[in-house]
């Protein structure tokens, strides 16, 4: 399979492979088991990162390639390359496609593949879809494109990086083995919370200490999940893992006092057991209690925030501030409001006031809420998005949701 992926990239772009730089990290992302290069990241579910030429560095500094999620192998591969052209583009940007080529297809070696290149405004993108077992797959490659020099550097980097990343991609589609370990029970269940404290300076130059959560999900066959799991308490499918939709899942095994996460995407860290505690590094965790399914509560959950500044450029001082707070009631219902504020004044070079402005704006919601799985779900009236859940559970007897503490009259 790879020796056909790239035979057909070289018929696509007629360019020799180069080398990349590869760490010896292995990664997964949805279906895909590669080489971790250095400077990758993943931002609204694509993984991407930004390449830089080693011999320069100020050519095609802004070229990306993008890998999406696989997804299940339902429908012509032309359909799907074919909707999921803007899935790589900046979700604002709504600017018209100039199509250089209409989709290609091309069969080699039993394997179909659709390619097709467009650019937008001043970026030139290669599209390439292909079926990997029951999955489909695309990959995006994105860079500039302002003018000839810009566009041959594209093309460079894009026969460098694209040919040397399929070269060494492997499926689990496919019949690769997924990096995350079987599970194997193990001696935790539930829900481990904790919370730690982090300085920072703020932009009025002052020192800020903002406070920051942690949450891990056990299971005692052996799986685990970092963060809040929309699901809740529930255990996730294990077939669903086989393709991680979500890589904070993963399985844990005891090491003596140490508790080894190995998580979907291949990574693998670790937790030291201390007494009834967990240390992760950042915060003591404790295992809490979520509440029951159908509870109801009484209170209010509030925050806000400040911060001033000076001496920015023409603009001599200002700040900005902002406060919410929400009601809960025991008949399911809630209430909230929320508002933000932002002043500044201008001086001349001499010092003296020549101006200022002052904004702010307030909202107000309602809803219902209902606790299930562990979570606090909101549902906001007039059909508003749902707000995103949150775990709710008993700390020393305090009711939190999330990392805030529930005010009871």
């Not at 390639?65 to 032309?78: D, M, N, Q, V, Y």
């Not at 803007?86 to 250089?100: A, C, G, Q, V």
């Amino acid at each position: 399979m790879p020796g056909f992926r790239i035979s057909v990239l070289a018929t696509f772009v007629f360019m020799g492979l180069g080398s990349l730089p590869l760490a010896a990290r292995q990664y997964q992302f949805s279906n895909s088991i590669f080489t971790m290069p250095a400077g990758w990241e993943l931002r609204d579910n694509t993984l991407y990162f930004q390449t830089i030429s080693p011999e320069d560095p100020e050519s095609c500094g802004y070229c990306r390639l993008h890998i999406a999620r696989s997804h299940p192998a339902l429908g012509g591969l032309k359909s799907f390359v074919s909707r999921n052209k803007r899935l790589f583009l900046d979700p604002d940007d709504d600017n018209l496609i100039e199509r250089l080529q209409p989709l290609q297809e091309i069969e080699e070696a039993g394997y179909q593949v659709v390619m097709q290149s467009f650019t937008v405004d001043d970026t030139l993108m290669f599209l390439i879809g292909f079926q990997a077992g029951e999955r489909f797959e695309l990959l995006g490659f994105q860079g500039d494109a302002d003018d000839e020099a810009e566009l041959q550097a594209t093309l460079a980097r894009f026969s460098e990086i694209v040919p040397d990343y399929l070269s060494t991609v492997a499926y689990v589609s496919e019949g690769a083995a997924p990096l995350m370990p079987p599970p194997q029970p193990g001696p935790y269940d539930g829900a481990w919370f904790g919370t730690y404290v982090v300085q920072s300076v703020g932009a009025d130059l002052m020192m800020r200490m903002d406070m920051y959560s942690n949450l891990y999900i056990f299971w005692r066959d052996g799986y685990f999940h970092y963060g809040t799991p929309r699901l809740g308490l529930v255990h996730p499918d294990p077939d669903s893992l086989r393709e991680p939709i979500a890589t904070d899942y993963g399985t844990y095994r005891v090491e003596g006092d140490q508790v080894i996460l190995s998580f979907a995407n291949g990574e693998t860290e670790s937790l030291t057991v201390d007494g009834e505690y967990f240390q992760d590094g950042q915060a003591t965790l404790s295992r809490v209690t979520p509440l029951p399914d159908g509870s109801t509560i009484k209170g209010t959950i509030s925050s806000s925030y400040a911060s001033g500044f000076g001496g920015i450029g023409m603009m001599s001082q200002g700040g900005f501030n902002s406060s919410s707070s929400t009601t809960f009631a025991k008949d399911g219902t809630y209430t909230g409001e929320s508002s933000s504020a932002s002043f500044g004044s201008f001086s001349d070079g001499m010092g003296n006031f020549t101006g200022g402005f002052g904004a702010g704006n307030q909202d107000n919601e309602a809803g219902t809420y209902e606790i299930r799985n562990g979570m606090i779900y909101r549902q906001p009236v007039h059909g508003a998005d749902a707000i995103d859940p949150e775990l709710i559970f008993d700390w020393d007897g305090t009711t939190y949701i999330g990392q805030t503490a529930l005010e009871t009259e």
